[in-house]
């Protein structure tokens, strides 16, 4: 198995991939809610229009079922434009992956999970591809950056801890897991807490 690559590296932000021409108003007003986007490919050969690597939809109705009710998950095209690229290949590929900064740990934790469940009963050793965008903050403000990983499935953790460490040098505000999580586990605040409860 290849050794483990994990680069990093300036990107488009959200609002790049959501400017898309394939991507119909209503649904574009939808995902600019969403929190983690699955970004396919712009065109394969002749094909110009966007792809999805093979077992997509597997990998989405997992990140859902990971995230619930607290962490929206969702492709960026229609159903009617929605297309899957198949390449027989050794790696597993995954759909680009578009979140905050925020989200990014609980983001890799569920990716994790999937890896865990697909491919660590067979292989933990079977490589992995996938990028993961991370935005920071908004608006002009925002700062944008992909991590590229292409290495072992079962060093994927190790590996997005040693990418965040280095994001966190570089200024970036990057959470821990346990942090992250704490936050969305925490019981929605009611009126009466927003007011101070019956203090």
């Known amino acids: 198995m290849a050794e483990t690559n994990w680069t990093i590296s ?19 007003d939808q995902l600019a809610k969403t929190d983690i986007l699955l970004i396919p490919q712009d065109g394969f050969r002749d094909f110009t229009g966007p792809l999805y690597p093979v ?13 619930g009710d607290r962490v929206t998950v969702d492709v960026t095209v229609s159903d009617d434009d929605y297309k899957e690229l198949a390449l027989h290949a050794d790696w597993l590929i995954l759909a680009g992956i578009a979140a905050s900064m925020f989200a990014a740990p609980i983001t890799v934790n569920m990716v994790s999970e999937y890896l865990k469940r697909k491919i660590w009963p067979e292989d933990p050793k079977r490589g992995v591809k996938v990028k993961l965008r991370l935005q920071d903050g908004e608006g002009e403000a925002a700062r944008s950056v992909e991590i590229s990983y292409e290495g072992p499935a079962d060093d994927f953790d190790r590996s997005m801890e040693s990418a965040f460490a280095e994001l966190r040098g570089q200024g970036h505000n990057v959470p821990t897991l346990d942090e992250a999580t704490k936050l969305l586990e925490a019981p929605p605040r009611s009126d009466d807490d927003a007011e101070g409860g019956d203090g």
């Not at 300036?10 to 574009?28: F, N, T």
């Open 10 to 28: 300036e990107c488009e932000g959200r609002s790049h991939w959501l400017a898309k021409a394939y991507v119909p108003q209503d649904l574009r």
């Open 55 to 67: 077992g997509t939809e597997e990998f989405l109705r997992s990140l859902q079922d990971s995230g």
